[in-house]
């Protein structure tokens, strides 16, 4: 590997935080070995100018997928000790250990301080009305004041954090700042022993594992055309078409909005939800309610109208939007309201994917279909149809044979664009054998002739 594939990657041969990763860089790099096999031509070569164990290796490391763009926020490396591991690295454990427990007294120190700096801030010029620890005991008489000695001594775990002086404000901070004091401290703890627990017994990773490295990326993405949206009403559908604010339709007040929902999405699924939330989420942010409609039991349309009349609303939230171009009005009034709407998991960077060849099924020899495979496109029964119709014979004959699995053919064809000569004639498909084989599984003798 060039050292350009290997720049960001560490010691332990994963990437580094903080590198941007574009399709096709190594994550994780790896090398297995090589079983016993006739060298090709150019491992031979290998192996003659670098000796024998260059050719003995492959490379086996985790690349970014085609659609994977984005900046590596995360790394863990687990590993499993073992009698051998646990011997050689005793030393460096013990060390480790040391040096986590130092990091740990550092920081609850730090905690501490910081923390009892804060307290003696809230308690200047204040009188204790009495603290005492969880089992009653007084720790501060009442009337006496907080000094920073007396602070610094008390236990903090057992410390009742309720009514210390006589005001209410001031004993909610104390009882808040306790509380986050304790969670912080209880967190270095936590992080402590997991640390230990690693260096001695190790992570718990599945049979036959040894180690596992994980790699987090962050991706940013903007909502884009081919996106899918939805709603809370099995109302989804993907984005059509971005413009500008000044370009979508207005009201007559100048308000834009923000998202505009074909019609026809409506009356043949009946979700009605989706038009009760549009009004109503109107007319309730006017008013600063919220609505609850459950089913068979919901909101009459009196009672709609009650409120959106309430509200200075129009009447099922239809109203006349102006054109974002033009400014002219609309000709026919369109629903209008608030709507809660979640942009899924379905981004189109994530499936836009393109083919020219490729892998291909081992026992029908067909292309292999999915992006995760780099497959190709299935033209259906659906689409030979249509060919059929237009009477396209040649394209479908291209499509179904050397396009596809016509091994011979594919081969042939490749040689004939190469050298320029003109398109073979297509053989026969191995879709065709393999039918041929199962007929012959069932009994049947069959021979083409």
């Known amino acids: 590997m060039s050292e350009e594939a290997t720049k960001d990657l ?33 491992e031979k070569l290998l192996r003659a100018i670098f000796g024998d164990k260059a050719g003995d290796v492959k490379d086996a490391s985790l690349k970014a997928s085609p659609s994977l763009r984005g900046t590596v926020i995360d790394k863990r490396l ?26 740990f007294a550092r920081k609850t120190g730090n905690l501490r301080q910081d923390f009892l700096a804060r307290l003696s801030a809230l308690l200047f010029n204040k009188v204790s009305q009495g603290v005492s620890d969880l089992y009653g005991a007084d720790i501060i008489s009442k009337g006496s004041d907080f000094k920073l000695d007396v602070l610094e001594k008390i236990d903090y775990e057992n410390i009742n954090p309720v009514k210390w002086t006589t005001d209410k404000n001031t004993n909610n901070q104390i009882k808040l700042l306790i509380n986050n ?25 599945p049979t036959g594992i040894m180690q596992l490295a994980k790699v987090y990326i962050a991706k940013k993405r903007k909502i884009r055309v081919g996106d899918k949206m939805a709603g809370r009403h099995g109302n989804k559908g993907i984005v059509a078409k971005v413009v500008r604010d000044e370009d979508m339709p207005f009201l007559e007040n100048g308000s834009i909005v923000d998202i505009v929902l074909n019609p026809l999405g409506v009356p043949s699924r009946m979700n009605l939800g989706q038009i009760y939330e549009t009004v109503l989420g109107w007319a309730g942010k006017e008013l600063g309610v919220k609505f609850s409609t459950p089913i068979f039991d919901g909101a009459e349309l009196d009672e709609i109208n009650q409120f959106t009349d309430k509200a200075g609303v129009p009447k099922y939230g239809k109203t006349y939007l102006r054109d974002g171009g033009s400014g002219e009005l609309f000709d026919q009034p369109a629903t209008v309201g608030i709507i809660y709407m979640l942009k899924l998991g379905h981004m189109v960077d994530d499936k836009m994917h393109a083919r020219s060849i490729g892998p291909y099924s081992l026992i029908t020899q067909q292309p292999l279909g999915g992006k995760a495979q780099f497959g190709g496109q299935r033209f259906g029964e659906m689409e030979v149809w249509a060919l059929e119709a237009f009477g396209a014979a040649n394209i479908l004959q291209e499509i179904l044979t050397i396009k596809s699995d016509d091994v011979t053919g594919r081969s042939r064809a490749y040689e004939a664009i190469v050298k320029g000569d003109p398109m073979p004639a297509a053989g026969i498909p191995e879709s065709l054998n393999v039918l041929l084989h199962e007929l012959r599984g069932l009994g049947l003798s069959i021979n083409l002739d």
């Open 181 to 205: 004091y304790l969670i912080a401290h209880k967190e270095f703890d936590a992080e402590l022993k997991r640390i230990k627990y690693n260096l001695t017994i190790g992570d718990e990773l």
């Open 10 to 42: 560490d010691e332990n041969g994963i990437i580094r935080i903080g590198a941007n990763v574009e399709p096709g860089d190594i994550l994780i790099g790896k090398i297995t070995p090589k079983g016993e096999s006739d060298p090709s031509p150019e």
């Open 78 to 103: 687990f590993s499993r000790v073992t009698k051998e591991s646990n011997k050689k690295g005793k030393n460096v454990s013990k060390n480790q250990i040391q040096q986590a427990e130092e990091n």
